[in-house]
């Protein structure tokens, strides 16, 4: 189980973070010994956060592609390659196979 959304991206000169309502999410402290520009960090903060939504998104499309092709029974592949990609991606997500 994931950490409920929304979360939301923080910011200021020291660090990023990510947080929902209860608990930190993702954390990244600025460093300007480092070559990542902050720029970078608070991208990949933005990801982090929007991560909930693009699962639901994810697993949304799959449905209804599924239901397009008339393939909803999730142990049969599906003969459409974004399904394919977008069911591993969320396989990975939910912590499956790298």
Not at 2 to 8: F, L, M, V, Y
Not at 13 to 24: D, E, I, M, P
Not at 69 to 91: F, K, M, R, S
Request: negative net charge; proline residues 5%.
């Amino acid at each position: 189980m994931n950490t409920p959304k929304p979360w939301k991206v923080y910011s200021d000169a020291a660090k990023t973070f990510v947080a929902s309502a209860k608990r930190v999410v993702a954390v990244d402290l600025y460093d300007e010994s480092t070559d990542t520009p902050i720029e970078e960090i608070n991208a990949n903060a933005r990801l982090i956060a929007a991560a909930p939504e693009l699962l639901d998104a994810a697993e949304t499309a799959v449905e209804i592609i599924r239901d397009s092709y008339g393939q909803n029974d999730v142990d049969v592949p599906c003969d459409c390659q974004a399904v394919n990609v977008l069911e591993h991606a969320i396989t990975q997500a939910k912590g499956g196979e790298q």
